[in-house]
Structures are given as C-alpha cells and as structure tokens.
C-alpha cells in the first residue's frame, strides 16, 4: 500500500470511529486537508525548506491514529515538567491526544477567559471553534494538512477584550507507552483579544521510551494592542517524532512573544511563523535547542513584516553533541508597504563534538527602503581564552567547559520573563551540563 493509500485508508476508519461526531463544516474541512495532502505527498531532501531533514522515518513507519482515550498517567508523573510555584497555573492536559479532565486544573478560570478541549469546543463554543483553520494554511504544508485531516482534539483557548490574566495557561500534550507505534494530532487555537494580555505555554512530554509521533499545530491570534506570550516545550520521548507547527496573526500595535525549547525527540521539527498584519506592531522569537547522541532537530522561523512601523527580534541558540545534527532556517521577509521596518535576527550554535554539525541559514527579503534590518548566524567551539582564565583560576579543566557550555545556553534564556519558566529551566540546563540539582 503507498503512504497516500495508507493515510486514505486511516481517514476512512477515523470518519467511521469518532471522526464523524464534528459538525458538518468540519468534516468538509478535514476532507479537503486530506486531499492537499495526497497531492502534495511528504516532502523529501529536495524540497528547499527540507533540504537538510529527512522525514523518511516518519513516511515509512506507518504510525496508526489513536481513535480512542488510552493511557494510565498520574498526577505524579507530570511533575517534573511543572514549573516551580506553578501549582496555582491553569492546565489543561492531554493524554495520548486526548483531553484528561482529571489530571488538569481548569476550575479557577478569571471571568473573560475560555479553555475548551477542541472536541468539545464544536458544539459548547462554535463561534471560537469555527476560527480553526483562518491562520494556519496546509496549501503547501504537508503536515499540516495531515494534522487537519485528523483534527478532533487540543485546546481552544479565548481572552476576552481588556482581561489581563495573571496566571499562565499550560496546555501538557503527554505520550506514555499506550501510543506505542501511534499518531496524535494536537490542534490548538489561542484568541488573544483587543488590548488583552496573557501567557500560554504548551509541553510535549514523553513518558516512555517507545516510538510515537505527534504532529501539533497551533493557531494565533492577536487582536490590536494585545500582548501574548507563548512558550514551547518540546521534551518528548527519546524514540519520538515530533512536527510542531505554530502560526500567529497579528493585528495593530499587538506584541507576540515565543520561546521554543527543544531538548527531546529523536527527530523534531518546529516550525513558528507570525504575520506583523497591522502597524506598530512587534515580534519576538526566541529558542533554545540541546541535542545530543544521534538527535535531529530542526527549526524553521518566518516573520513577515506586511504594515510600517513594526519590529521583529529573533534570538536562537543551539548546543550540539556527539553525533546530533541541528538546523535552523530563519527568514524575515518585508513588503514593499512596511516601510519603517526595525528588524534583527540572531543565530549562535555551539559544538562540543567533532562529529555534531549544525546547518543555518538566516534570511532576509527585503522589498522596502526605508528599513533597518540585520541577520548574522555564529557556530563555533568553546573559546580556549576563556577556558584558560577559567583553568588559572583553580577551575578544573572539564568543570570549566560545563560551566561555559551552562553561560551560552543561559543567556537566551534570560530573555524569559516569566520567572517560574526561566528559573525552571536555568535549573534544568545547568543540571544537564554540570550535574547540579
């Protein structure tokens, strides 16, 4: 059977077995998905935005959706992925690609503010539900087109006009050893309304060290002079594939903030694009990817700048070892009407093997005059000065690389302002590179 076959075939016992509970418009908008996506096929090494990521281990493996709630997680085992003084948070959790109402923490929503499981969201909130599929396009994305094909689950998330909430929503998207060999399709979709501001912060854990694959996709909207923060996590199994897509429209003098971690997976990819749709507004997109062993990970940035008067600041960094292979392909594009554009995007790799290779590629399309835009990538070793003053200080020679490997990753993570999200992860990366708890 070819993959196309296989998927169709899929969809078919998907429509019969749950699928078909969504109301018309939806099934509609699946079946078109499905079709791009028997057009367009996987992509493979030729297609430019693949040419360094290979999804062979995906399109060959045959990974079956799970058409049912499965899974035994507790409490217990989701807290080593909550923050610090973080019991207070909204979550919302998610188990094998279905929403777990007892493991989540929804009771003590503000008024102005809706977390609704997707599947549910259909009926209960259908004028939220319906923006499904107004940002995120799968014309020429193929794993967002199989993501639509499938959708039934995630989160709908909407902040009313002028609500200021003070408390981060955490959607846990968590895989244990039940979706073995199996598919889940998270689908969320954030509305951040006029003048609104809120955080929003998505985990994608694995539980087990089985092979899964999750292809996520995330909706944005920004409403005019809105702030929203969101925050990605990806630490899934050590077996798993991970395509996470993140797609954000902006209106007039609206700020969307991101920062994407990415430390698990055997094969990740994260793509995170915005449109700047009206003036004054800002952007900024900040990562932060640790690989090791034979890890592949790759990440994809698109800033489109389509008004005047905007900014865009972009910051990755990435810390390579053994034999793993990062990418990073980040493009800021300007039209010709967005004149006054203050753009600048920054890429630093760090290697700590002789055999981890990293490919960048920071771009800039630039149809404007009056512009202000910047682009540079670094990729290099630890710097043998610094290891050096470290060593004349007392400092051993192996302590003193983890504590200069621990600096270069810490500095993009001061950049969060969230203090449980940054002191959570400061702990994290130095525990990962001196051993301190």
């Known amino acids: 059977m070819t993959q196309a076959a296989e998927y169709v075939e899929q969809f078919r016992k998907f429509a019969a077995n ?6 018309e418009w939806v099934r509609a908008l699946r079946s078109s998905a499905l079709d791009r996506f028997t057009q367009l096929g996987f992509p493979t090494t030729k297609n430019e935005d693949w040419h360094f990521t290979s999804v062979a281990p995906i399109a060959e493996h045959g ?4 058409t049912t709630p499965s899974g035994d997680v ?10 610090p003084i973080a019991d207070d948070w909204h979550l919302a959790v998610f188990v094998n ?17 809706r977390v609704i499981p997707l599947a549910r969201a259909w009926t209960e909130a259908p004028e939220l539900a319906e923006r499904v599929g107004s940002v995120a396009s799968f014309d020429a994305q193929t794993f967002t087109a199989l993501n639509t094909a499938f959708v039934q689950d995630g989160a709908a998330v909407h902040v009313a006009a002028d609500v200021v909430v003070e408390r981060p929503i955490h959607l846990m998207f968590v895989t244990d050893r039940h979706a073995a060999n199996s598919v889940a399709y998270p689908r969320n979709l ?7 501001k809120a955080t929003v912060i998505e985990s994608y854990v694995g539980l087990a060290d089985v092979k899964y694959f999750t292809n996520a996709v995330s909706e944005v909207l920004v409403g005019a ?19 996470g897509s993140l797609e954000a429209r902006q209106e007039r003098d609206s700020h969307f903030v991101s920062f994407s971690l990415a430390i698990g997976a055997a094969l990740s990819r994260t793509n995170i694009s915005t449109v700047l749709g009206g003036a004054g507004c800002g952007t900024t997109l900040n990562g932060l990817y640790m690989l090791d062993g034979t890890q592949h990970g790759d990440h994809q940035t698109r800033i489109e700048h389509a008004q005047p008067n905007c900014f865009s600041r972009q910051l990755y960094k990435g810390v390579l070892d053994g034999e793993s292979h990062g990418v990073f392909n980040g493009k800021v594009y300007v039209d010709a009407i967005a004149q006054k554009t203050d753009g600048k995007q920054t890429n630093n790799t760090l290697l700590l093997s002789e055999r981890a290779q990293i490919d960048t590629k920071p771009q800039l399309e630039i149809f404007a005059d009056d512009v202000k835009c910047t682009h540079g990538a670094t990729v290099g070793r630890l710097d043998d000065v610094s290891l050096f003053y470290m060593k004349s200080r007392g400092i051993g020679a192996e302590e003193a690389r ?14 969060i302002e969230n203090q449980a999200v940054r002191e959570g992860l400061e702990a994290m990366t130095l525990a990962r590179f001196t051993g301190v708890e």
């Open 190 to 196: 954030v509305v951040a309304d006029r003048h609104s």
């Open 97 to 113: 690609g279905r929403f777990a109402p007892e493991l989540s923490h929804l009771e003590n929503l503000p008024p102005g503010v």
């Open 74 to 83: 507790r409490r217990t085992d989701l807290e080593p992925y909550i923050f």
């Open 18 to 23: 749950g699928g078909g509970e969504a109301p």
């Open 225 to 243: 002079g809105a702030t929203l923060t969101h925050y990605k996590m990806q630490r899934e199994g050590s077996q798993a594939y991970h395509v």
């Open 402 to 415: 983890k504590l200069l490997t621990y600096a270069f990753a810490a500095d993009v993570l001061e950049t």
């Open 63 to 66: 990974f079956s959706p799970l």
